[in-house]
């Protein structure tokens, strides 16, 4: 700054900036992110709304403060003191440093003044950056702004610029800002734009706030224009040029935010207000609109569920590519960052959050997004149409019709919807259990179901441009079959009624149904009986029973039944039991072998005989021919 500063001021003025990063680390809090989705926020928490929702006003300094440009190096801090239409006045709650109102003794009526000048000239060039002077309203004031009512003279001044001290009018107990003494009090002067209007000294005195925060107004009292007092300046921010608002610093920044396809949840920055004496609040940046950032096109090209590839062309290259959701009234709901350094074309990826509505607005945008304390920059926002149909209506489940429980249906389902096994708390809404897909419904109805509980949406698609969402989803119940309402159906245990066996071994068969069942075993050989066996849940009801077949069935072929009744009727099963022994299933025996040498007469052979338990199976071989005779002749005489 090129203005004479007292080495009192200087250490005021350095005090003031240590102070304000002193308290505004002390005070600032956490930043509370209400996730809409019921389960979570999908990405960090961050703290941001539209202009008109996140600042406000209010008497005593309890407006939101806001970090706007770069003051030698330092983050300014300012306060909302006054709203009007599209506009939010923003004034500076720390002091510029001391300097003359003008170098000469004659106030110009303001605008010709030394401060003014400066105001408008290098202050503004040097703090801030080009799209944050394109946001500050080109006039604060008019053409013919009335000396203040407190003034001796009357007369007009010129406040058609774009940066200004306050004015008496503004500042006064009954003032426009709503100020007090107190509030006005920071422990040294500081000027105001208004001439004095004094009786002596018309045209050599100008207005300015004491160290105790008066305002003196009598003849010979106001400071001659030459003095030196604090600068603490005054502009309109055109809310027109406001994306939304974010924590300057700490908790809830967008900094925060980490790269992917999801949107976080948002709610308004915290600022508790300030008292007199300009205290310090929480402060939040601004994103500002900045036409040289560019976005060209947006192209959904495929949607899975609630996520949306889309390709983009003409983006700023390095800059973030960026996203929100805009409720109908133009409240900011979500935000999230996609893609950190764009290329100039690309693809990338948006989740949609669960809450979105048909009347939202899903925008895409590329943004710069600075460092504590500096304003960020957005470009223009280009919309993806999205719809999210409705929940499918008019389902029905049918339960099974049969033991095996595989033949449930859904009805009223149709081409284009999907379907996926679960409660709605186990992945039906897509937030949990992704790693299960979700099955195309090809055919109507839906059949070979089993019983439970299944979730039926209308699928994902993309038609003429606009983004058709997987609609949420209807629960559909399909039932279990009715034991209770049928006669038992009896199931051996290798699944047909043939058995085969060996001695001493016992099988198991199982009739569902109602567990009232009743048995009988009717043309089985002696030895095979039936008792009861304890149940585990391989079918959903039944009851399970053995076979047992005793050591003392002979090897053969049984044919018998299995008769089951319960109240429902009953049920008779025929089952054939083929028994075998140890060597049929060895494929050998345990041979006890008996020699039978040949004869003159007989032939020879080898008998086998089978030793093992159950088998009585004989066998010769090794047939040896008769020998003959042998013979010798004898002489008798």
Request: charged share 15%; hydrophobic share 35%.
């Amino acid at each position: 700054m090129k203005t004479k500063l007292s080495k009192r001021n200087i250490a005021r003025r350095a005090t003031a900036i240590m102070l304000t990063f002193i308290m505004l680390t002390g005070l600032m809090t956490t930043m509370v992110l209400v996730s809409a989705s019921g389960v979570g926020s999908d990405t960090p928490p961050v703290a941001l709304m539209h202009a008109g929702a996140a600042l406000q006003s209010g008497s005593n300094l309890s407006g939101t403060l806001v970090s706007y440009g770069f003051y030698n190096g330092q983050p300014l801090l300012w306060r909302v003191v006054d709203e009007g239409s599209g506009s939010f006045t923003l004034w500076s709650t720390q002091s510029l440093g001391s300097a003359q109102y003008n170098h000469t003794r004659n106030h110009e009526l303001w605008s010709g003044s030394w401060i003014c000048g400066w105001l408008n000239g290098s202050f503004m060039s040097e703090t801030f950056v080009s799209a944050e002077q394109n946001a500050i309203h080109q006039a604060y004031g008019t053409q013919n702004e009335p000396f203040p009512v407190s003034s001796n003279s009357r007369g007009t001044i010129d406040t058609r610029q774009r940066i200004v001290l306050p004015s008496a009018d503004e500042v006064r107990d009954d003032g426009i800002w709503g100020l007090t003494q107190a509030s006005r009090s920071f422990g040294s002067s500081w000027w105001l734009r208004s001439p004095s209007g004094d009786l002596l000294y018309p045209n050599s005195t100008a207005l300015a706030v004491t160290t105790n925060g008066l305002i003196p107004g009598g003849v010979g009292q106001p400071p001659y224009v030459t003095e030196y007092y604090n600068i603490r300046p005054v502009f309109r921010l055109n809310t027109a040029n406001v994306v939304f608002t974010s924590p300057a610093s700490g908790a809830g920044r967008k900094n925060d935010v980490e790269f992917s396809s999801y949107l976080g949840s948002v709610a308004a920055p915290g600022d508790s207000g300030g008292g007199g004496g300009g205290a310090i609040s929480p402060a939040v940046k601004l994103t500002l609109q900045d036409p040289s950032l560019t976005l060209g096109s947006v192209t959904p090209t495929f949607v899975d569920g609630r996520t949306i590839t889309f390709s983009y062309s003409g983006a700023t290259p390095g800059a973030n590519l960026s996203a929100i959701v805009l409720c109908r009234n133009g409240t900011l709901k979500h935000y999230g960052r996609l893609v950190e350094s764009t290329s100039p074309s690309g693809t990338a990826s948006v989740t949609v959050p669960y809450d979105f509505e048909n009347t939202d607005r899903l925008e895409i945008f590329v943004e710069q997004v600075n460092d504590d304390h500096r304003t960020d920059f957005a470009g223009e926002r280009r919309q993806i149409p999205v719809i999210r149909p409705d929940a499918p209506a008019g389902l029905s489940g049918i339960s099974c019709t049969t033991h095996e429980n595989n033949d449930g249906q859904i009805r009223g389902v149709s081409i284009g919807q999907e379907y996926i096994y679960g409660t709605a708390n186990d992945g039906s809404d897509g937030s949990i259990g992704l790693d299960r897909p979700w099955i195309p419904i090809t055919s109507t109805p839906l059949t070979g179901l089993g019983p439970g509980p299944y979730q039926v949406r209308t699928a994902a698609n993309i038609a003429g441009g606009t983004v058709f969402l997987a609609s949420p989803a209807t629960e559909v119940i399909v039932g279990e079959f009715d034991v209770s309402a049928s006669p038992p159906v009896i199931i051996s245990a290798d699944n047909h009624e043939h058995i085969t066996g060996t001695e001493d071994d016992s099988f198991y068969f199982w009739a569902l149904g109602a567990e009232d069942i009743t048995f009988t075993l009717q043309g089985a050989p002696s030895g095979v009986t039936l008792e009861p066996h304890e149940w585990f849940p391989v079918y959903t009801a039944g009851v399970r029973r053995r076979l047992i077949v005793g050591a003392d069935v002979p090897v053969g072929v049984y044919t018998f039944t299995v008769h089951a009744e319960n109240t429902a009727g009953s049920t008779t099963q025929q089952f054939t039991l083929t028994m075998i022994n140890y060597c049929m299933i060895l494929g050998d025996h345990e041979w006890l072998t008996v020699i039978t040498p040949p004869t003159c007469t007989e032939d020879g052979f080898t008998t086998r005989y089978c030793i093992r338990t159950g088998c009585d199976h004989t066998e010769t071989v090794d047939r040896i021919a008769a020998l003959g005779h042998d013979w010798e002749s004898a002489f008798t005489d």
